[in-house]
């Protein structure tokens, strides 16, 4: 299931389990019986996180492809929304540096739609799989845009939530806060960390 999420990209899941200690082979870009025996280790590993708490399904597709650190601090996370009152899905999670730079693409170079993003692959900590981003919803499943006082007032209870779980959260940030933005703290540079995955290394 996972080589799905990263399609061809497949140099860039082989980091991700090689940095988890879970495949041992080369980062040579091949899907061979060493990545498919660590795939399918990092779906098993997965799975039994699910005891901390199941969610809809587009929030399980998006927890299926973060490191499994972040995969765990993101369901304790949702449960404490949930135990809390808060409709809370995870809308973003693990890009590879092509779906980055498609992304900062948008609205740049003549490209439709918002710019949403200044970082380029590679660039952002969502591009190793310890950044998600959660959105909250009304009991009818409209998105809450922040718009109102009460919508502005549950994601800071969302953030505080966060907290204890020595999370990161992107409306804690001075400069460019992302309220829906959540991250596990590495203490280190995003281009250290980068350089981290890159080769494979454990970096969360």
């Keep these: 299931m ?8 497949v140099i860039f899941h ?13 980062l040579d870009g091949r899907w061979g019986p060493l990545t498919e025996a660590a795939d399918a280790e990092f779906e098993r590993r997965g799975a039994g996180l699910r005891a901390l708490g199941e969610f809809e399904a587009r929030s ?7 490191h499994l650190k972040a995969q765990m601090a993101a369901r ?12 809370a899905r995870l809308v973003s999670g693990t890009r590879s540096y092509a779906e980055q730079d498609r992304l900062h693409a948008q609205g740049r170079y003549g490209n439709a739609g918002p710019r949403v993003t200044n970082a380029r692959g590679g660039q952002s900590n969502h591009n190793f799989g310890i950044a998600w981003d959660i959105g909250l919803f009304d009991a009818e499943g409209q998105y809450l845009n922040g718009d109102t006082a009460a919508e502005i ?4 209870r969302l953030g505080a939530l966060a907290r204890p779980l020595a ?3 992107g409306g804690d940030w001075s400069s460019l806060p992302d309220v829906p933005h959540y991250q596990l703290p590495t203490g280190r540079s995003v281009a250290a960390t980068r350089r981290l995955f890159e080769a494979g ?4």
């Design 153 to 156: 007032d549950a994601y800071r």
């Design 201 to 204: 290394q454990p970096y969360a």
């Design 2 to 9: 996972s080589r799905h999420l990263f399609g061809d990209d």
């Design 167 to 169: 999370l990161e959260w």
């Design 60 to 66: 399980e597709r998006v927890l299926a492809g973060l």
């Design 14 to 26: 082989q980091r991700l389990l090689k940095a988890q200690g879970l495949y041992g082979g080369t």
């Design 76 to 87: 304790r996370l949702l449960a404490l929304a949930r135990e809390g009152g808060l409709v």
